[in-house]
């Protein structure tokens, strides 16, 4: 069964730092690409990051050069290393494969505000 769980969000202040962690079950992890996405309220899902089984990475205009995001082919897990958040960061974050697997996990609560 294929899982995704989160951990790792908060609330933090403009300028702050958060660091995402997701472990991944039931898939072949070191042969998948991932991805880290977000929901901001009352708006779609939309992708932060990707990262390939290789390592590399791609970010949207929004995250790049404040986020980065990582992978541990061991442990199975994909984290998002965020600094100089933002208010328009405030959402909730998911990983999940990339392209994305139908199933999402819980998602993590981003909450940035003064």
């Known amino acids: 069964q294929v899982q995704f769980v989160e951990s790792g969000g908060g609330s933090v202040q403009p300028g702050g730092s958060l660091r995402l962690t997701c472990s991944a079950s039931?898939?072949?992890?070191?042969?998948?690409?991932m991805g880290w996405y977000r929901q901001a309220p009352g708006k779609q899902r939309v992708v932060v990051a990707t990262i390939t089984t290789g390592g590399d990475a791609v970010y949207e205009p929004f995250a790049r050069g404040r986020f980065t995001i990582s992978r541990d082919n061991i442990q199975s897990t994909v984290s998002l290393q965020m600094t100089n958040l933002e208010p328009e960061d405030t959402a909730v974050y998911y990983c999940?494969?990339?392209?994305?697997?139908?199933?999402w996990g819980q998602g993590v609560q981003v909450t940035v505000s003064s």
């Open positions: 999940n494969q990339s392209p994305p697997w139908p199933k």
């Open positions: 039931g898939i072949s992890f070191n042969i998948r690409n």
